[in-house]
Each structure stands twice: as C-alpha cells, then as structure tokens.
C-alpha cells in the first residue's frame, strides 16, 4: 500500500515544507518540525521512524547564547529512502542521511552520513558501513 503511517501523538508542523515518502511510519511521541519557511524536511520512502523522535531545523546559534533574543539558525534535513531510526534519536538541522541507514537509539545526529550505514552514539558515529548486499 502507498500510505503513511502515525502513531499517537505524532506531531508535525511549521512554517517550512515537510515532505515524507510513501510506506514511511512513524512511532508515537515523535516530533517534525521544519521552521522557519525557508527550511525542509524530506524523509524517504519505506522509512520506520521509532517514537520519541526529534528533526528539527531550527536552533539556536551556540555564539549568540548570551543575547536576549539569540539568533536562529535554520539547516534542512534530509533522510533518505529504506532507512530505519530507532527510538528517541534527534537530528538536527543541516544532516543528511543517506539511503538503507540504520540510526541506534538515543543517538543525536548532528553530521551527514553516507548511505549503507549503521551510525549510533552522542554524538552519532560510523559504526559499520554495510556491503550493498546486505
């Protein structure tokens, strides 16, 4: 079937486009937010998504912390096509994950990673790179 599928408490929204492939699904309690407009979200197809999930596009740029109001940064994220992602794992903007990837749980993402991999940690690293036939 070309659907995809929301646990409860799946919570998606913002100002920029958010794009998510056919037979993708996501866990409960997971969060997709793509601020401001300018910024996306594109998640590939036959992607399983655990709950507790973070992608935002939007943070805060660490030099201007000390600042009442301080400056947003916006970086878009890319998940690519067969990709699973386990549970509470955050990515944050300006990744790219490469197709038939697989994310350990609790892993923060905050750098691209090629495809066939199997990343994991905080920050996530390479752990494995897979043969193409696997």
């Known amino acids: 079937p070309n659907s995809v599928g929301f646990h409860r408490n799946t919570y998606?929204?913002?100002?920029?486009?958010i794009q998510i492939g056919e037979n993708t699904y996501f866990?409960?309690?997971?969060?997709?937010?793509?601020?401001?407009?300018e910024s996306k979200?594109?998640?590939g197809q036959n992607c399983r998504i655990s709950h507790g999930c973070?992608?935002?596009?939007?943070?805060?740029?660490?030099?201007?912390?000390h600042l009442e109001k301080p400056v947003k940064l916006s970086n878009d994220i890319l998940i690519g096509d067969n990709c699973w992602i386990g549970a509470?794992?955050?990515?944050?903007?300006?990744?790219?994950?490469?197709n038939n990837t697989t994310i350990g749980a609790n892993s923060v993402v905050?750098?691209?990673?090629?495809?066939?991999s199997i990343i994991a940690g905080v920050p996530a690293r390479l752990?494995?790179?897979l043969d193409e036939r696997n």
């Open 27 to 37: 866990g409960k309690n997971t969060f997709v937010v793509s601020n401001p407009k």
């Open 12 to 17: 998606i929204y913002g100002n920029g486009v």
């Open 110 to 116: 905050t750098k691209s990673f090629p495809e066939n």
């Open 88 to 98: 509470n794992v955050f990515v944050r903007g300006g990744v790219q994950i490469g």
């Open 41 to 43: 979200i594109v998640i």
């Open 127 to 129: 752990i494995k790179k």
């Open 54 to 65: 973070h992608f935002r596009t939007e943070d805060n740029d660490p030099s201007t912390l």
